[in-house]
């Protein structure tokens, strides 16, 4: 089973002034950088999907990819990974998540190489993290089907409808560190802090 990595870096980043979140500086390294080392340890292709692909000149060795679905959020943005692949399933990260846990992510791909599931989505604190997923080629079809037939593009309701694992996790200071995620500069202040 062949597994790629997509980090998502389509939003707007309305939240955090329209500034770019991964290029955000974790201890004076950009987020995207940081991801990109933790990932090379697991994957053997990273791509970007992002509508600026302009803002991304940086890392024009990455493959790139854009919405083919235009202002409906994440959903797009996994819809985009899956249809620019040529692997079985892509591990989808966000741009704003600067501590991923290569120890998490071995669990969810030891899941995904072992089962049926179209998704493996790890869930602690009674969250699940749908934006540091495993997501199966085989989901492709019911998402295009999903956002073309359903007004709410909400990535939780369609999880709902396919064969999607939860993963169950510790609530501990790790996983909070590995899912914390930049929306504001407040969260940014409580992460450095």
Known sequence: MQIHSAILAGGKSSRYGGFNKAYILIKGQRI??????????????????????????????????????????????????LKNTSANAVFISSCDMPFLNIDIINKILEIGKSNNYQVIVPRWNGQIEPLHALYHESVLPPLESYIKNNANRSVHKFLKTIN??????????????????INSETDLDSISG
Do not use: W
Request: a negative charge; hydrophobic letters at 40%.
């Open 32 to 81: 995207i950088d940081r991801n990109i080392s933790d990932l090379k340890e697991l994957f053997p292709v990273i791509s970007i999907v992002t509508n600026s692909p302009n803002q991304f000149s940086d890392y024009s060795d990455f493959p790139m990819s854009s919405d083919y679905f235009k202002e409906i959020g994440p959903l797009a943005g996994i819809h985009s990974a």
């Open 164 to 181: 999607c694992f939860l993963l169950d996790l510790d609530s501990n200071m790790i996983t909070e560190k590995a899912f914390a995620n």
